[in-house]
């Protein structure tokens, strides 16, 4: 607000008795105001509440900003001393942001491209509002990424893969097995990144403005990442706690405190399961290559395992279990049954926070790999209809179709859904939801990953 309201105080004389050449504090806001404007290089943007919040009444702005909306009209009107002329100059300068980001003004056709919004959530709701018989319709078929306000409007036009890539060359027929496993994690963005070099922007970071009372979940994850490791070698717990902190993840005070016992407790805990199973001493770090197959030639699968033992392989990640922890620890046992090294057991271990995995070895792990690989190399052409998240949820729940579309499709008890996804809402742009109008591609796909993992896998 220019100028502020200046309330001298009461024992302030010179407010009382001002004399020539005594200091204006209103002046010096002015002042400040123009040093605002000549400091801009490129852009301006200038913001005040237009309205009450009381009764919606409308607030002029301050002086200054209307002095200066004033001769801005002025100097870019078609004619400075016409009212119409004036007029549409203000309107050019001046936008009024509707109160909420839901409002109709932001999705209606033809609106101010200054206040228009891309929100599907937003759109879909105002669209059910109006007509109640679309309330269980999306708004599109397709799975747009937010568009631009140049994009094209026919939808025929915006289909992102209209064709398969040409096959990839021989280099990429050499797969290492973390290339394998990170596909299946996503495979939009294996193809879009890997095939056609396309990374999507993601917001930078921000620091919080408010001081954290609880840990969230990358803080458990880092401070996890450093304590764990100590713990397990049976590291001192006063070591660990001076350990976590010297970190940043422990808010401050009693709280902090406190939920750091808490997270020290659970850590020891699952350290100490984990301590019996690593106990063997390890093997010398072990390569291998399998030739597989395919429909369109000779791939090779390689992998290199540092980290094995006489019983076998054995890792643990202090997260709960997922469809990528299950198929992480699958996709290591099929290599190592295929590999079949000579030091070690061919059985794989996955501890867990809240379990731990194992797997009867399977009779024919290879023609397994075959029928991944050959998922990977369609993938690597065109966006493959395997979703991990929801082919998990079907799997897991005795291949329910209501729960597939559970964790596909967002809903109220939902913060996140796969649809979602940025990688797999650009890969099926301008097509069809694989799910509603392609369930059977879907299926085969969920059923080749996750049919044989179900039938092998073991808990403890």
């Known amino acids: 607000a220019f100028p502020s309201v200046v309330r001298p105080a009461q024992f302030d004389l010179m407010a009382d008795h001002s004399r020539f050449g005594d200091r204006q504090r209103q002046a010096d806001e002015r002042n400040l105001f123009l040093d605002q404007i000549i400091a801009a290089r490129q852009y301006l943007h200038l913001s005040y509440v237009g309205r009450s ?102 939808p025929a036009l915006r289909v992102f893969f209209n064709q398969a890539l040409a096959p990839p060359d021989d280099d990429w027929r050499i797969v290492p097995l973390q290339s394998l496993q990170s596909f299946f994690f996503n495979p939009c963005r294996s193809l879009l990144e890997k095939r056609l070099g396309i990374t999507l922007p993601r917001a930078d970071d921000q620091l919080q403005d408010d001081e954290p009372f609880l840990m969230g979940w990358s803080e458990r994850e880092s401070l996890s990442a450093r304590l764990l490791d100590r713990l397990i070698v049976q590291d001192s ?123 009867d070895p399977p009779d024919n792990p290879l023609e397994i790999l075959r029928s991944l690989m050959q998922l990977y190399a369609q993938g690597l052409c065109a966006p493959l209809r395997f979703f991990p998240k929801t082919a998990w949820a079907y799997a897991s729940n005795e291949w329910s179709h209501a729960k597939a ?11 996140t859904c796969e649809q979602q996804d940025s990688w797999i809402r650009l890969a099926f742009r301008g097509q069809p939801d694989p799910l509603e109008h392609d369930f059977e591609g879907f299926d085969t796909c969920a059923r080749l990953v996750f049919e044989p993992l179900i039938a092998h896998l073991r808990h403890d």
Do not use: K
């Not at 018989?133 to 994009?151: N, T, Y």
């Not at 579309?405 to 913060?415: K, M």
């Open 405 to 415: 579309l559970d964790t596909w499709r967002p809903h109220e008890y939902a913060g």
């Open 53 to 154: 919040i009381r009764d919606n009444a409308p607030y002029p702005p301050s002086v200054l900003v209307a002095e200066l909306l004033d001769y801005l009209c002025s100097a870019t009107a078609s004619e400075p001393h016409d009212e119409a002329a004036l007029g549409a100059a203000r309107r050019r300068l001046l936008v009024r942001q509707p109160l909420q980001p839901f409002s109709e003004r932001a999705f209606l056709p033809g609106a101010d491209p200054r206040i228009a919004s891309h929100n599907r959530e937003f759109a879909e709701a105002l669209m059910a509002r109006h007509d109640p018989s679309r309330r269980s319709e999306s708004l599109p078929a397709s799975l747009d990424v937010a568009e631009d306000e140049d994009q094209v409007a026919d």
């Open 237 to 359: 717990p006063d070591s660990a706690q001076a350990l976590a902190e010297a970190g940043t993840e422990v808010p401050a005070g009693q709280i902090g405190r406190e939920q750091l016992a808490r997270q020290l407790n659970e850590f020891e805990t699952f350290a100490q399961r984990v301590r019996p199973w690593i106990s063997g001493a390890l093997l010398p770090p072990f390569s291998g290559s399998l030739s597989i197959a395919l429909e369109t030639g000779l791939w090779r699968l390689d992998a290199t395992f540092t980290d094995l033992r006489s019983e076998g392989l054995v890792r643990y990640r202090d997260r709960n279990a997922s469809g990528t922890e299950y198929l992480s620890a699958w996709l290591h046992q099929l290599v190592l049954c295929a590999m079949q090294p000579a030091s070690s057991r061919s059985a794989v271990r996955w501890l867990l926070r809240d379990t731990s995995i194992h797997f």
